[in-house]
């Protein structure tokens, strides 16, 4: 009997998964959030919530990457987060992002500690390290409602500017101060063909220290 080379298998690959990095939010402040993205809503005809579990504030979106890519990104988070202390926030009032589509509406950030030096470290160590980062300047945000259409106001017969709907929404808006020990590398992905779903997949504290890895 003659035996030919042993089977080699292929390695086991994992598929390319969609990242990027964010501040998370505790749930007592994501229902605060919340709130503000229901008043949103009801001043609009038409608008896709952020879902309260979702709601963060994105740091870098790094799109799909592959194991070695991941990789890479563990490694930038990991420096930064090394370089950072906690981060401290004071979100402000309503804006938008106008689409053709329908607008963005988000939370802005009226004052930062240690957000923009965290932000700016980490888009350094991604960019040593080739990974995708983006041309366009940071506008610290959390968004709140994508496709936003301001609903007609009957009784004057006319259909509001979305910015003008903030601006009134925002008059109204209580303080939100939150403070962030921790990082994460998130996954964007729908669970057995489900609902959107951000994962973290690692989150770096913000003191130095141990990584805690999902």
């Not at 009957?154 to 009134?168: F, M």
């Not at 489900?194 to 973290?200: I, R, S």
Request: aromatic share 4%.
């Amino acid at each position: 009997m003659e035996y030919g080379s042993p089977l080699r298998l292929p390695r086991a690959t994992q598929a390319p998964k969609r990242l990027f990095v964010a501040l998370r939010f505790s749930a007592d402040e994501r229902a605060m959030l919340a709130q503000t993205r229901d008043g949103v809503l009801a001043r609009l005809r038409a608008g896709r919530p952020t879902p309260t579990e979702n709601i963060h504030l994105t740091l870098a979106f790094l799109g799909m990457l592959d194991t070695s890519g991941k990789q890479r990104a563990k490694e930038a988070l990991g420096v930064a987060a090394d370089a950072c202390g906690p981060v401290s926030l004071s979100l402000g009032p309503l804006g938008v992002f106008e689409h053709r589509s329908g607008g963005i509406v988000w939370r802005s950030v009226s004052r930062e500690v240690g957000l923009l030096r965290l932000q700016r470290i980490l888009m350094r160590e991604l960019s040593r390290l080739e990974l995708p980062v983006g041309e366009k300047p940071f506008v610290p945000h959390v968004t709140l409602v994508r496709g936003a259409h301001p609903a007609r106001n009957e009784r004057y017969g006319i259909t509001p500017d979305l910015q003008r709907v903030c601006d009134e929404l925002s008059s109204g808006l209580p303080p939100l101060e939150t403070r962030h020990t921790g990082v994460a590398l998130m996954w964007s992905h729908h669970p057995e063909g489900g609902k959107l779903t951000y994962t973290p997949i690692l989150t770096m504290p913000l003191r130095g220290g141990e990584a805690a890895e999902a």
